[in-house]
């Protein structure tokens, strides 16, 4: 059993940034990061395997965001910039062990969430 446990979120004005943090307690295949905003569908927003390679990131997200990891540390990052309010959500930190599935989706363990708030 992987435990993960967000830090970082807040609430920020329109432009403004923020940077998560997860925490993992073990070694998995990749660590990701998603989203939900009240009465919508929970939605990829960007992943990173530890072996290396480039990251993965959600079209929404694209040029603003930014994943990155701590191998010695078994923590990842998620660097938000130009914060709009729709990326107002709960966000969650995910990881899976293996390949099955893509990288988008089949995520094993998650952790609690933490609110990002983005005010226009």
Same mark, same amino acid.
Do not use: H
């Given at each position: ?12 004005? +329109?432009? @403004? ?8 307690? @073990? ?7 998603? #989203?939900? +905003?009240? %009465? ?11 072996? !290396? %390679?480039?990251?993965? =990131? @959600?079209?929404?997200?694209? !040029? #603003?965001?930014?994943?990155?990891? $701590? ?25 899976? #062990? ?7 989706? @089949? =995520? $094993? =363990? ?11």
């Amino acid at each position: 059993q992987v435990q993960l446990v967000e830090s970082g979120g807040g609430s920020v004005q +329109a432009g @403004g940034s923020l940077r998560l943090s997860c925490a993992t307690s @073990g070694r998995t295949y990749a660590t990701g990061w998603f #989203r939900q +905003a009240p %009465g919508k569908e929970r939605e990829f927003v960007a992943a990173i395997t530890w072996s !290396g %390679g480039s990251p993965y =990131y @959600g079209e929404s997200v694209k !040029g #603003r965001f930014t994943i990155s990891k $701590d191998n010695a540390k078994n923590t990842v990052a998620l660097q938000m910039i130009s914060l709009k309010p729709e990326d107002t959500a709960v966000y969650f930190c995910a990881a899976k #062990r293996g390949l099955a599935l893509g990288i988008r989706r @089949g =995520y $094993d =363990y998650w952790g609690q969430g933490t609110q990002v708030t983005v005010s226009s």
